[in-house]
Every structure is written in structure tokens, then in C-alpha cells.
């Protein structure tokens, strides 16, 4: 069965830190996976991919403040994200094989 479910979003300070993480189905692991976020009256973007060999990519604008890891035994994908502004707030989504999570809440406030 197909299954993407992503979790670890909240609210933080500005300069802080989260972790999400994206645990995917055996199959879906095979694939190309992504980060994207959507901000409040914004398209969605991409933040990160992750290939199935381990190369990764990443938006400008989190270069340097954000690592894409993948931890094969257990089929999940995580996003660190570090030194936090106010313009990461987004609703973040894990995206594989034509496959959107339902997205998870990460507000940077103070």
C-alpha cells in the first residue's frame, strides 16, 4: 500500500530549529523524494530532493541552513531545518512518486 505521512512541524523562535520527517512506503523509499512548502497566499515550492543514491538539492534560500537525510531502515526521509526565519513559515510537504503528504505546520515566530 502506498503511504507517505509526514510529521515533526510546530512553532519556533527565529533562529531555531526542527526536524521533519516523511516515512514512506517500501516502494515509494525506491524513489525520488522531496521536500516542498507552500506559504499563506503563495505557490508551492520545492525545498529539497533526495535521489535514491543519496545525492541531494536544495533551493537557494535554505542552502547551508538545511540537511536532507534518508535513514534506510526506516523507509523515512527527514528535513533539518536550522536557523529558522520567519519566511520558512510554510505548510511543509513530502512528495514521491506523484504521491503528496497531507503536509505539516511549521510557523517561525517570536
Known amino acids: 500500500q502506498v503511504q507517505l505521512v509526514e510529521s515533526g512541524g510546530g512553532v519556533v523562535q527565529p533562529g531555531g530549529s526542527l526536524r521533519l520527517s516523511c516515512t514512506v512506503s517500501?516502494?515509494?523509499?525506491?524513489?525520488?523524494i522531496s521536500w516542498y512548502r507552500q506559504a499563506p497566499g503563495k505557490e508551492r515550492d520545492l525545498v529539497a530532493q533526495?535521489?535514491?543514491?543519496?545525492?541531494?538539492e536544495y533551493t537557494d534560500s535554505v542552502k547551508g541552513r538545511f540537511a536532507i537525510s534518508k535513514d534506510n531502515a526506516k523507509n523515512t526521509v527527514y528535513l533539518q531545518m536550522n536557523s529558522l526565519k520567519a519566511e520558512d513559515t510554510a505548510v511543509y510537504y513530502c512528495?514521491?512518486?506523484?504521491?503528496w503528504g497531507k503536509g505539516t505546520l511549521v510557523t517561525v515566530s517570536s
Open positions: 533526495i535521489s535514491t543514491g543519496g545525492n541531494t
Open positions: 512528495y514521491a512518486g506523484n504521491i
Open positions: 517500501e516502494e515509494m523509499f525506491l524513489k525520488l
